[in-house]
C-alpha cells in the first residue's frame, strides 16, 4: 500500500462541546451499556448491530456503529479517570492492526461549564483502511465537516439525557 493514501485516510476526529448534563451525567450516559445506551444514543447508535461482549465496574467491550454506516467496531471502553472516557479499538470492519500495532482509540475528557453542565475535549484517530472502498468512503468523511455533525448530535443526547434525570 502507498504510505501518502495511508496519511491520507487515518482520520483524526476533534471537537469540543458544551451540554447541558452534569459532569456525572455525561459519564453515566458514556458508560451506560444496559438497553437505555440505545436510548440515550438513539440518533448515532444503531440497535441492529450494537452488542456489549464484555463489562466490569470501569470497563466494557461493545461492538457498535452508526445507523446507516458500513462500518462498526469494537471498542474496549475504559472510565478508571473520573474525568475521561477511553476507547481503543480492537476490531472494526474497514481496517486492520497496522505493522505497527496502530488502532483506533479515542477519549471524551470531561471538564465542569462554569455556566453549569459540562465542557466535553472529544479526540479520536482511526487505523487506515484495508480496502479501496473503505478508504474513499473514509476520506469523503474526513474532507467534511463531520465533526461538527458529531458533535450537535452527541450534544443533542446529552442535553436530552440531562433532562430525563438526576443531576
Do not use: K, N
Not at 90 to 108: C, H, P
Amino acid at each position: 500500500m502507498d504510505d501518502r493514501a495511508d496519511r491520507c485516510c487515518t482520520g483524526e476526529v476533534r471537537f469540543e462541546l458544551v451540554t447541558d448534563a452534569s459532569p456525572d451525567q455525561v459519564r453515566r450516559a458514556l458508560t451506560d451499556f444496559t438497553d437505555r445506551r440505545l436510548v440515550t444514543w438513539h440518533r448515532t447508535l444503531d440497535p441492529t448491530t450494537f452488542e456489549l461482549r464484555e463489562h466490569g465496574d470501569t470497563w466494557a467491550v461493545a461492538r457498535e456503529s452508526t445507523p446507516r454506516s458500513p462500518f462498526w467496531v469494537v471498542a474496549r471502553y475504559d472510565w478508571s479517570d473520573p474525568e475521561v472516557v477511553r476507547w481503543t479499538e480492537l476490531e472494526s470492519s474497514y481496517a486492520g492492526l497496522s505493522a505497527g500495532g496502530d488502532q483506533g482509540r479515542g477519549s471524551v475528557r470531561i471538564v465542569p461549564s462554569a455556566a453549569g453542565g459540562s465542557v466535553l475535549h472529544v479526540e479520536w484517530t482511526y487505523a487506515p483502511p484495508l480496502r479501496a472502498r473503505d478508504r474513499l468512503a473514509l476520506l469523503a468523511i474526513h474532507r467534511t465537516p463531520m465533526s461538527r455533525l458529531i458533535a450537535r448530535l452527541w450534544r443533542a443526547a446529552l442535553d436530552e439525557y440531562a433532562a430525563a434525570g438526576p443531576a
